[in-house]
């Protein structure tokens, strides 16, 4: 691997000031964690784990998952179709299908609640307590397909203090950002907390066409969290969530192919007869700009009760996620194809575990249910033809509504044990049962305005064609782990995790033509299981001032749920594949003030699709994963003041398994760069900021729809450009 300068620089200074004698550290502190489902340090677990407390990230500046996820080696963010919604990507396990009833192999949860739509994780992060990173198969623990690993994101939790606070950013192309938090004892019993955060900003895109924008901010997100504990040991919280965004975006770069598989960005499009060579990709021809509305709502209810040999923990959630998005698939002044989707989920789920301990034993037991109704729909708009219903204008296309609803039972447990002082042994299973059913259908249907235009057009021209299917999957999940604590600072681990994804259904947008066919062979893929063998350290050194953390690993799959783009569809289909790497995370302040973090993944994955297809890499899935921080606190105007440099390099990857040079990101280093005040008494902070420092041009997705049998363009998505602004916090 070549690195960019900026990583060699980064590389040097941090050799350089390892040296130093530590002082103090600023950023560095105790982490403790729930990755198995009780309090521990992070540093005692067994398990890959990058985590940062809330007010680490007030420190660091971090408001989003993407900032946080760069700070862990060997994990990043993915954005299947731009920025309406992330998935996150973990050792090379990722999933850019953006079929909205498809979920992850990377689970998010928010306050232990699994969020199974991709659509809705794209949520800001404000008022945290801490957010865990967990890389590799967490199913033994966490109830849902966590092959690649999990994210946990844990909001900060009613306390009888009263206490509070609000931030205010003004930031590049008009931003205004908001948020704050109030909260404390209403009585000797009853505890509440009200968090809430708005974004808004101009579109960093320009639009030719019309003089408009594409890609603004208009988001609004809310959490009221009520706690009464009437006994010392019993209590119950209240979780009240919700969020919503209303944005123009589904922006694309038209980089014309007219040749399949081959980039010809100075020919104009055969197709479209357009050619867009300003060189500049944050500006474009977008006749019909597309949008997203997207509203979440979530109600939960999470009960401790401690027994004298026991705690039972009751975890009941509701959640519902609706999105109507649209886009300009083409990237073009013609009107030819705009692609859209649409979600309707409702979810409850229910956990019900019991956890405790000896002296040389801790326990978890449980059982898990989730129930999960989508009524999605995908489809295109094509060009305007004249209805001979009414001889008027009007636009045809596909409508395409589907109905999948899971019901999936799980009992799980786990078990560790001393063996010894130095010597502790884990065992862990999980048996999970899956019932899916899937309904879908093709409709060819005029868009008529004043009628139902998506999920349920109701003026059909021809229904082309229609699948129903039902499958039911039983599962299991386990771990085998020994961790030998060769010191009281250090510890090796050996970790065995057989981790599954549940089985599945694909949606696609067009009718399928042969060799493919509305068979369960081609609509249904089987469950992904994953046999992970790991060996890690985690070491704490300098009197507590330097964590330093490793691990090695190597992943056999069978029936690896592999995306492939056919055509202009997407399709899931299983495959054999093999995967091995290791990580390196390193924390330290060598000397006063001073803190750093460096983190590097290398990540080797091989797909196998059979038929004589050659073995491919997977999608987004960099061999080489860099981060680096350097932050450097000192005194000043009665307070303190903290200069901040971090960036993140991720080497060459694919956006598809063909591999052609059509879906393909060279590498990118992306840095930002800070600036902070804070007083004595930590009420008040000023900070200025600029992230993309160097205003890098970096590729977060493409779609290949190259050549004259399609629409002779490749769409090419970019990440943010240079952004800065300034924040203002006060605490009370």
């Known amino acids: 691997m070549t ?23 600023a950023v560095i502190e105790e982490v403790v964690v729930t990755a198995q489902k009780r309090e521990q340090n992070v540093q005692e677990v067994g398990i890959a784990v990058s985590a940062l407390t809330g007010d680490q990230m007030e420190q660091l500046g971090f408001t989003n998952a993407q900032q946080v996820t760069a700070m862990a080696p060997g994990v990043s963010t993915v954005q299947p179709n731009g920025e309406a919604n992330y998935s996150i990507a973990i050792r090379g396990v990722a999933n850019s299908d953006f079929t909205t009833n498809v979920e992850s192999p990377v689970a998010v949860y928010l306050d232990e609640v699994y969020i199974s739509q991709m659509s809705g994780t794209g949520f800001q992060l404000f008022d945290m307590e801490r957010v865990e990173i967990l890389r590799g198969p967490q199913g ?83 959490r009221l969290q009520a706690l009464w504990a009437p006994t010392d040991n019993f209590d119950i919280l209240f979780n009240f969530r919700g969020s919503d965004q209303d944005i123009d975006t589904g922006f694309f770069e038209h980089v014309s192919a007219n040749i399949e598989g081959v980039l010809t960005p100075g020919e104009v499009n055969q197709v479209l007869g357009y050619i867009d060579n300003d060189g500049d990709p944050f500006e474009g021809s977008y006749d019909s700009p597309g949008f997203n509305d997207l509203e979440t709502r979530g109600y939960s209810a999470t009960i401790n009760w401690d027994f004298e040999n026991f705690t039972l923990t009751s975890i009941t959630d509701y959640s519902t996620v609706e999105r109507d998005y649209i886009e300009d698939s083409d990237a073009s002044p013609v009107p030819l194809f705009n692609f859209f989707l649409t979600t309707d989920s409702e979810q409850f789920s229910q ?40 001889d008027t204008p009007a636009v045809s296309g596909l409508d395409n509504p589907y109905e999948t609803t899971t019901e999936s039972w799980s009992v799980f447990g786990q078990v560790e044990f001393d063996l010894s002082e130095s010597w502790t042994a884990i065992a862990g299973l999980r048996w999970i049962r899956d019932e899916k059913e899937h309904d879908y259908v093709v409709n060819a249907v005029d868009f ?55 089985g599945g259904y694909n949606s696609p947008v067009f009718p399928l033509n042969p060799p493919l066919d509305y068979t369960d062979d081609v609509m249904s893929f089987d469950p992904e299981k994953l046999n992970a063998y790991e060996v890690g ?85 960099p061999q080489w994963n860099l981060n680096a921080l350097l932050r450097y606190e ?99």
């Open 3 to 25: 690195l960019s300068p900026i990583s060699k620089r980064l590389l040097a200074c941090l050799s350089m000031l390892t040296l130093s004698l530590p002082v103090s550290a």
């Open 140 to 222: 033994t623990l966490y109830g849902r397909n966590a092959t690649g690993g999990l994210a946990h994101f844990v909001s900060k939790k009613p306390t009888e203090e009263f206490e509070g606070y609000v931030k205010l950013t003004a930031g590049s192309y008009s931003q205004v950002r908001a948020e704050g938090a109030i909260g404390g004892a209403l009585s000797d019993t009853f505890m509440a907390r009200l968090s809430v955060f708005a974004n808004d900003h101009d579109g960093y895109v320009d639009n030719r066409f019309d003089g408009g924008e594409l890609n603004d901010g208009n988001d609004q997100a809310y």
């Open 351 to 390: 956990e019900i575990r019991l956890t405790g301990d000896t002296n040389s034993m801790n326990w978890v037991a449980g059982v898990y249910y989730l129930d999960l109704e989508v009524d999605d729909s995908n489809g295109a708009e094509t060009e305007p033809f004249i209805d001979p219903l009414s």
């Open 448 to 502: 008529i305005p004043g009628t139902t235009l998506r999920n349920g057009n109701p003026n059909i021209l021809a229904t082309i064609a229609s699948y129903s299917g039902d499958r039911e999957d039983t599962e299991m999940a386990g771990r085998l782990g020994l961790n030998w604590d060769v010191s009281e600072d250090v510890m090796l681990y050996f970790s065995y995790n057989l981790g599954v994804k549940g």
């Open 537 to 621: 350290f985690k070491s704490t050194l300098m009197d507590g001032l330097m964590i330093l953390n490793g691990a090695t690993y190597w992943y056999d799959y069978d029936n690896y749920q592999a995306f492939q783009i056919v055509g202009i569809d997407t399709i899931t289909t299983n495959a054999d594949a093999d995967s091995h790497g290791a990580e390196l995370e390193l924390q330290v302040s060598p000397s006063e003030g001073l803190d750093i973090i460096f983190g590097a993944a290398y990540n080797d994955i091989d797909v196998s699709l059979g038929g004589g297809t050659p073995e491919t890499t997977s999608v987004q899935s």
């Open 634 to 732: 000192f005194p000043l105007f009665d307070g303190t003041v903290a200069l901040q440099y971090d960036a993140q390099h991720r080497s060459r990857h694919y956006f598809s398994l063909t591999r052609l040079d059509t879906v393909r990101e060279d590498g990118y280093t992306i840095s930002n760069a800070s600036v902070s005040w804070t007083s004595a008494d930590e009420q008040w902070s000023v900070m200025g900021y600029v992230h993309n420092l160097t205003d890098e041009e970096y590729l977060v997705q493409t779609f290949d729809l190259s050549g004259p049998n399609v629409f002779g363009l490749v769409e090419q998505y970019y990440g943010r450009p240079r952004w800065g602004g300034v924040t203002v916090s006060f605490n009370f």
